[in-house]
């Protein structure tokens, strides 16, 4: 039997007007994620995976053209037609939390670290700033916190420890779903490694689901049960975290693996050539065209759906059937 | 690099480490210390007493200060008051005569400026009839005054008075066979006998014991009499006095409280409106923004002096009044601008979304992530701008507009201005209010610039 979706978002489109004309970040994604499950974004830098997480909770920039679609999570409705007030009692924080890309910006250099944990708590239930702070204290010890970092200013964290406060920030309310923006770059490999190994432990713990989003296929592997390949503001490839890695079917995810070095085989990590597209003025029909070594002439024109290749497994290619096996995955 | 120092502790910490700041602290806290003293030292009803000019009677008026002795002894004196009079009470058939003798010492080089005699009488019906001598260390004896006083305090202005310096004239006759047309009895009284014993330039001065004589008599036995007699020198206190014998001390004190007092409210008053206003402008939306701005245009471009000055033609004003008007006019400014960038800036920050994305309401945002940011800012503004209020109530005071109750530096500046002190060489009434201006505006301006290196680290020095 089919449990329902957690999150279900259809159609999602968010634009931003620029002076050279709107900017596509998210054109038309469409994706469903159970409860516990972990959904990997996956996409070069540019491809506006991080557009679709603020379209996701809706915190828009102020140059935003459009935004459509729906967004319907757990029975909290749609967020994208829902008024400003209901989102921010029925969804932030309490819903959906995010751990935004570069946590070393997300904590205010002047307030201190414990109080800006504490802030949600005060705010959607109602804390004083004694209640809270057990609270926060709870919260930081899940994350590994030692308890003097609560008075501490941010500067005088490390990254580590900084990027720890922010995901206790998002736990803090005990959300269903975590949204987690990039939340190892910029961090060493051990660092890395520690903090891959915590939001795993806290997805155990509390049965959290996560949109973990990332350029790094093999870092995704690591917590991923489905997996989005996200290229120009679409969704070119949509499936379980087997089949894509294993039976990638689309030439971008294809590439997209063979450019991850590996340890156990002997082999050069390829370079996808070309550069990402202008998202004011993509490319017409398959987006992946200009780079793509299989393009033919329906590329250029006509832009591909995304079809259900079984179990699904979606993949948005006009050769899909054909190109399945031209992949050596990272198996 | 060092971080940014936070939290305002750790910024104070800062600014008074450096060097800037401590000496900015320092003469702050100087004049903190001279103004919480200043109650005690010269209470209020002294300060009151600015404008009763009978309250400085004692002093010497336009009198250098009393140090300038030490520099220049040949050429200062102090002011030698005789009020210890031994009293004689004689009884003459129905007259009663009352006879009170005082002496002094009179050692300095140089002539007194004034001699004054008071002379406090205490009758039941009949006016007695007083004769006062003082008698000079040669042994000649001059006649000060005759005459019969009436009840209370009588001022017997010896040296201005034509109708005392007539007596003077009589004693000069005597001496010199003649009298000049101009006489100055501070001089003769004080000048060994010469026929230039009327010049001051050419005369000695006779010194030793003078002796003061008073003699009442009447046909009241309860009679009574106090004189004292007041020799006026060229010096006198720590500062000087003006043309009214006022003490400038006295002025000086009262202006530190006066000028710290308007110029930290106003700064701090004007500079927190100001940064909340442009902030919650920028942060509410564009509409409010623009209104803000456009309002701290037009406050920028009017000129508050002038209307300071209109107002002040139509009321009374004191200084709280004058401080209200201030900050009316300064609601929104230049500061509004600055905090308004700094808005716009931290709005971009992640955290600011962040608190948007876990539901913090825009009241919130501002009030816990954005004004602490502008916080430490705020102190380098209010340390930068409180000069200018010091000067404007300076200013005012100077053109006669400020709280005419108390006395400031800016008024005494003013008074010796109009009383042509630089051109008469009255160097203390000039140079002792502007130094106390300057002091202040030192201060903060050194603290300003401290507090600017902290919290802005590019200005920071390896
Ligand atoms: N506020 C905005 N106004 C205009 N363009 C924007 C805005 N935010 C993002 N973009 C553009 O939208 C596109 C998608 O950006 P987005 O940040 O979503 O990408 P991303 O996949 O998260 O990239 P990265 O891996 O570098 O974080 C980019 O071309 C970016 O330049
Ligand atoms: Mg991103």
Redesign the pocket.
């Known amino acids: 039997m089919k449990m329902t979706a957690l999150l279900s978002v259809s159609g999602l489109h968010l634009y931003?007007r620029?002076s050279r004309g709107p900017?596509r970040?998210v054109d038309g994604v469409s994706l469903e994620l159970k409860e516990g499950e972990t959904l990997a974004v996956v996409?070069e830098?540019?491809?506006?995976?991080?557009?679709?997480a603020y379209a996701i909770i809706r915190v828009l920039?102020r140059?935003v053209q459009r935004y459509c679609g729906s967004v319907v999570f757990d029975d909290a409705g749609d967020i994208v037609s829902m008024d400003e007030e209901s989102v921010r009692r029925k969804v932030r924080w309490k819903g959906i939390s995010m751990v935004f890309?570069g946590a070393m910006n997300s904590l205010n250099p002047v307030v201190k670290v414990g109080e800006q944990i504490m802030e949600p708590l005060i705010i959607h239930l109602g804390y004083t700033k004694e209640g809270a702070r057990g609270e926060a204290a709870r919260a930081m010890v899940d994350v590994g916190l030692p308890d003097y970092v609560m008075d501490r200013y941010p500067h005088e964290l490390s990254g580590g420890m900084k990027q720890r406060a922010v995901i206790s920030m998002a736990l803090v309310m005990k959300p269903k779903l975590v949204i987690l923006d990039?939340p190892t770059s910029a961090l060493d490999v051990m660092t890395q490694a520690n903090i891959m190994n915590l939001l795993k432990r806290l997805k155990r713990q509390y049965g959290l689901s996560y949109i973990f989003?990332t350029?790094d296929l093999a870092l995704a592997s690591e917590l991923a049960d489905i997996v989005a390949i996200?290229y120009a503001g679409k969704i070119v490839e949509l499936g379980s975290a087997e089949d894509v890695y294993l039976r990638p079917a689309h030439p971008y995810t294809q590439k997209l693996l063979r450019s991850v070095p590996l340890l156990r085989e002997d082999r050069e990590p390829e370079f996808i050539p070309g550069a990402p597209p202008d998202?004011v003025d993509p490319p017409p029909g398959c987006r992946f065209h200009p780079r793509c070594p299989y393009a033919k002439e329906i590329c250029r024109r006509e832009e591909p759906e995304l079809k259900d290749m079984g179990g699904e497994h979606m993949v948005a290619c006009h050769f899909t059937g054909e190109l399945r096996g031209g992949a050596d995955g990272l198996g | 690099m060092s971080e940014q120092p936070v939290g305002i502790k750790q910024i104070f910490k800062e600014v008074a480490k450096s060097k800037a700041g401590a000496l900015g602290f320092a003469l702050l806290v100087a004049m903190l210390i001279l103004a919480m003293f200043t109650p005690i030292l010269a209470p209020y009803n002294v300060a009151r007493a600015w404008n009763d000019l009978r309250y400085w009677q004692d002093n010497p008026a336009l009198a250098a200060p009393a140090w300038v002795r030490f520099l220049s002894p040949n050429s200062y004196s102090g002011t030698v008051t005789l009020s210890n009079f031994s009293l004689e009470r004689s009884f003459h058939g129905q007259y009663t005569l009352v006879r009170r003798t005082g002496s002094f010492v009179y050692m300095y080089d140089v002539f007194p400026t004034e001699v004054r005699l008071l002379l406090d009488v205490n009758y039941t019906a009949r006016k007695p009839r007083v004769i006062a001598t003082l008698e000079r260390p040669d042994g000649k004896g001059v006649t000060l005054y005759n005459g019969m006083p009436v009840k209370g305090e009588n001022v017997v202005s010896v040296s201005v008075d034509p109708k005392y310096q007539k007596l003077i004239g009589y004693f000069l006759y005597e001496e010199l066979g003649y009298v000049p047309a101009a006489i100055h009895p501070e001089i003769v009284l004080f000048a060994k006998k010469s026929k230039y014993m009327n010049d001051r330039q050419r005369a000695d001065v006779l010194k030793g014991t003078y002796i003061l004589e008073v003699d009442a008599i009447s046909f009241e036995k309860n009679l009574s009499v106090q004189p004292k007699l007041i020799v006026y020198g060229n010096s006198y206190g720590i500062a000087g006095t003006d043309n009214y014998r006022r003490d400038l001390t006295v002025g000086l004190m009262w202006g530190a409280p006066v000028a710290l007092a308007f110029g930290t409210i106003a700064a701090v008053v004007t500079v927190l409106l100001q940064v909340v206003i442009g902030a919650a402008g920028a942060w509410i939306g564009p509409r409010a923004d623009e209104i803000v701005q456009r309002a701290a245009d037009f406050f920028l471009v009017i000129p508050v002096l002038p209307i300071l000055i209109l107002i002040n033609v139509v009321y009374t004003i004191n200084i709280w009044l004058l401080l209200s008007w201030v900050i009316l006019f300064s609601i929104v400014g230049g500061v509004t601008k600055i905090s308004r960038s700094m808005v716009l800036q931290i709005r971009e920050e992640q955290y600011v979304e962040a608190a948007l994305s876990y539901g913090a309401s825009k009241k919130r945002i501002l009030t816990f992530h954005i004004l602490p940011r502008i916080i430490p800012y705020t102190f380098a503004l209010i340390a930068l701008s409180a000069p200018s209020y010091v000067f404007l109530e300076a200013a005012l005071s100077f053109l006669g507009l400020g709280d005419p109750n108390i006395p400031s530096w800016g008024r005494l500046l003013g008074q010796a201005f109009d009383a042509g002190a630089l051109y008469y060489g009255w160097w203390w009434w000039v140079i002792f209010p502007a130094l106390m201006i300057m002091l202040v505006s030192l201060g903060f301006t050194l603290l300003s610039y401290a507090f600017d290196k902290v919290v802005n680290p590019r200005l920071r020095e390896e």
């Open positions: 931003y620029t900017v970040a996409g830098s540019g491809s506006g995976k991080s557009s679709m920039p140059n890309q990039e989003i350029h996200m998202l």
